[in-house]
């Protein structure tokens, strides 16, 4: 079991950047393949970026290529999405989710997941 807790969310004008953070609990975080997804109002949930367990596997949606990157921090059971350009368009609440695999790929659907955050709202203002 693994809860999950993200942080970093806000108001910011387009063009700008954050860095949302998602603290888990649990020993075996390193065996963990993790990934953020988003929701936008009156929208399904979406991918925006993985990573598997090792960290050598990473996957973006082609909306934020170039733009977010992921990270994750085994010693201090993290993951991390560092959001350059930000657009209106990326306004959502994002969610950190986390499973158990070793995979070597990325985990792309919201169903792979097991373990998810509350979320934190994140808003481009144009």
């Known amino acids: 079991q693994v809860q999950l807790v993200e942080s970093g969310g806000g108001l910011v004008q387009a063009g700008g950047s954050l860095r949302l953070s998602c603290a888990a609990s649990g020993r075996t975080f390193s065996s963990y393949a993790v990934g953020w997804f988003r929701q936008a109002p009156g929208k399904e949930r979406e991918f925006v970026a993985a990573?598997?367990?090792?960290?050598?596997?990473?996957g973006y949606a082609d909306s934020v290529k170039g733009r977010f990157t992921i990270s994750r921090d085994n010693a201090k059971k993290s993951v991390y999405l560092q959001m350059n350009s930000l657009k209106p368009e990326d306004t959502a609440v994002y969610y950190c989710?986390?499973?158990?695999?070793?995979?070597?790929?990325?985990?792309?659907?919201?169903?792979?997941?097991?373990?998810w955050g509350q979320g934190t709202q994140v808003t481009v203002s144009s």
């Open positions: 990573m598997n367990w090792s960290g050598r596997n990473t």
């Open positions: 989710a986390a499973v158990t695999g070793f995979a070597d790929r990325a985990y792309v659907l919201p169903q792979e997941y097991d373990y």
